[in-house]
């Protein structure tokens, strides 16, 4: 087994008192794909940041193999000091590193590289501070949360890229379903130390689940051993002093060993206040149409939502997933069509950002809405102080401001305020974001008892699939369709169509023109259709350029013998190059053909 590329022995830090790693241990050899997992608060982003240099630890020791070379993805990039997204991520590569894959990443991640960091939205960033990791490919990546803020295409692509480096991983995430894909380790940080499977993600609850039963086991036994000894304590002293003092040292002992025994974290104790039963039909959407300018955001789209239903709105970013969902609820008018809804409705919306969360309230004021000391939970007064328990929240955090809780515990805290209040339709928008695996666990279930109806955007596959009954998903152009199931079933059904939509192209246009004049009449060229057609052609002359520089290279006779590892690497660039640009004539072929065929009609 080769020696590892980093490891961390013994790892010890203190924050304000409270032990957060004790005696941790994190090895990464070469290749290995590692989850890092813990409850939100146990100390992975400071495991990640001390195995990045970049939080020295109280005690304990960082040995990094000598040329090996790390990149870390914290949760909150900082592009500050950088006129563009470009001069940012090639600000990460070493000498020897390809600068074309600066580029290139951020194209497969939706930016072009021209981007100011001060006008970048959340996802923007990140999608900047992946492609800086990504590009050098280092030897070691420590990535903390990288799928937050990305959409679904975003997500999988990563997940297709991380397959194919030889890099080693440390993640970091929320997501189950990228890690049962990505990792063959996984390393658990419990109560300030960790434990090593030496197997994926797919196998770390069955196995936290035994170590939690040993561990009560081996409680009750302790617990049976003090009180067997406290009996002879009072009954069975003798006077052989010296076996006296030794058994009272061993009680003493026993005592404290249960006192230094730490307990596992408790769940979060979620039930939902659930309001009147509302009507049979809760939404009814009828041939609805919606657009901002040119974009069109939904286009003809009709459904029927029932009252139970958990529906799963999915589409990359931009889409109009939230559009969708103000039409579904009301808070939006549509351009076109109908939207009815039912009866007795009480909604409540959880939305992915927070906003309605005043900074300046403390968690008190935001429990209570600034009245009193109690809550109102399922009709009954609850002190502020025990609710705030069934959701891990300590007492001495009361006065806390909002400002100063962690991503997980204002996730918390938003699903503590949206479960008090009585409904009988949840709006939940990225409810997953920053909440760990086993509050993840516990929302599932309730959702899945919940007497009410759901509608749920989310970019977590897994909870897709656990929660939903129908799939709403955006097929680009302002076309929405529902899939029954979740987001594996949605997936099998369009692979079923496939044939169907793979005719060749002429087929299509045959189909098309075949269509009633005024359907044709409808359809025009998208914004990022039009955008496409303006911009391919510079960008395959560009490919056409770097390709030829390529070949010129590849033709000098005596570079394979000279460096045989450039060689091979020049010959992979190159057959990216003419991969992406047979790509790119294909897409322009196709618009052309599409626009002579719009405006003829």
Not at 187 to 193: E, F, M, N, S
Not at 197 to 203: E, N, Q, R, S, W
Not at 298 to 318: A, P, Q
Not at 404 to 420: D, F, K, N, P
């Amino acid at each position: 087994m080769a020696p590892p590329l980093l490891h961390l022995h013994d790892i010890a830090l203190t924050f304000g008192g409270t032990p957060l790693l004790e005696g941790a241990e994190l090895a990464v050899g070469p290749g290995e794909k590692i989850s890092l997992v813990g409850r939100n608060g146990s100390g992975k982003s400071t495991l990640l940041k001390i195995a990045a240099g970049q939080v020295e630890s109280d005690s304990g020791k960082r040995f990094l193999q000598p040329g090996t070379t790390v990149r870390y993805l914290r949760q909150e990039p900082d592009l500050s000091g950088f006129s563009d997204t470009l001069s940012y991520v090639e600000a990460g590569l070493g000498p020897g590193d390809d600068t074309y894959r600066a580029a290139y990443l951020l194209g497969e991640l939706g930016l072009d590289g021209t981007e100011s960091p001060d006008r970048l939205s959340g996802g923007e960033a990140r999608r900047a501070a992946l492609a800086r990791a990504l590009a050098p490919e280092p030897d070691i990546l420590l990535l903390d949360e990288p799928t937050n803020h990305l959409d679904l295409p975003a997500i999988e692509w990563l997940e297709s890229e991380l397959k194919t480096m030889r890099t080693a991983l440390v993640l970091i995430s929320h997501d189950r379903r990228f890690l049962e894909n990505l990792t063959d380790v996984t390393v658990w940080l419990d109560r300030g130390q960790t434990r090593r499977l030496d197997k994926g993600f797919a196998h770390f609850e069955d196995w936290r689940d035994e170590i939690y039963a040993k561990e009560e086991e081996d409680a009750h036994k302790l617990d049976r051993q003090i009180e067997r000894e406290e009996h002879w304590l009072r009954y069975g002293v003798t006077a052989r002093r010296k076996r006296n003092v030794r058994r009272l040292d061993n009680l003493f002992a026993l005592r404290q060993q249960r006192r230094d025994l730490r307990k596992a974290q408790g769940n979060v104790s979620l039930v939902a206040t659930e309001g009147q039963t509302s009507g049979k039909e809760v939404v009814k959407v009828d041939h609805v149409s919606k657009s901002f300018g040119e974009t069109v955001i939904i286009d003809n789209f009709s459904t029927l939502v029932h009252r139970k239903d958990r529906i799963g709105l999915v589409g990359r970013n931009g889409a109009g997933k939230t559009t969708l969902i103000k039409l579904l609820t009301g808070d939006l008018e549509p351009d076109s069509g109908t939207i009815k809804l039912g009866t007795k409705l009480e909604m409540i919306t959880l939305d992915q950002r927070r906003e309605s969360l005043d900074p300046n309230w403390t968690l008190k004021d935001a429990l209570t809405d600034g009245r009193g000391d109690m809550v109102m939970v399922n009709g009954e007064q609850k002190h502020v102080i025990a609710y705030m328990k069934d959701f891990l929240f300590r007492p001495e955090q009361a006065r806390t401001p909002i400002s100063a809780l962690s991503g997980g515990e204002r996730g918390r805290l938003m699903l503590a305020r949206a479960l008090a209040k009585p409904s009988n339709l949840l709006v939940l928008d990225e409810p997953t974001n920053d909440l760990d695996l086993e509050t993840l666990d516990l929302l599932q279930d309730l959702l899945a008892n919940y007497d009410g109806t759901v509608l749920l955007v989310s970019h977590d596959r897994d909870f897709i699939d656990r929660v939903v009954t129908s799939t709403i998903a955006s097929e680009d152009n302002g076309r929405w369709v529902d899939y029954a199931g979740g987001y594996s079933d949605m997936l099998k059904q369009k692979k079923a169509q496939a044939p169907e939509e793979n005719k060749p192209q002429k087929q299509k246009a045959t189909l098309a023109a075949s269509k009633p004049k005024a359907e044709q009449l409808k359809r025009k060229l998208s914004f990022k259709e039009k955008h496409a057609l303006e911009t391919l052609p510079d960008q395959m002359e560009s490919l056409e350029a770097d390709i030829a520089t390529l070949r010129g290279k590849l033709e000098d006779p005596d570079l394979y013998a000279k460096d045989p590892v450039r060689f091979e690497k020049i010959a992979k660039k190159l057959e990216a190059k003419e991969s992406e640009l047979a790509t790119c004539e294909e897409q322009w072929l196709e618009l052309e053909m599409l626009k002579e065929e719009l405006e003829g009609s």
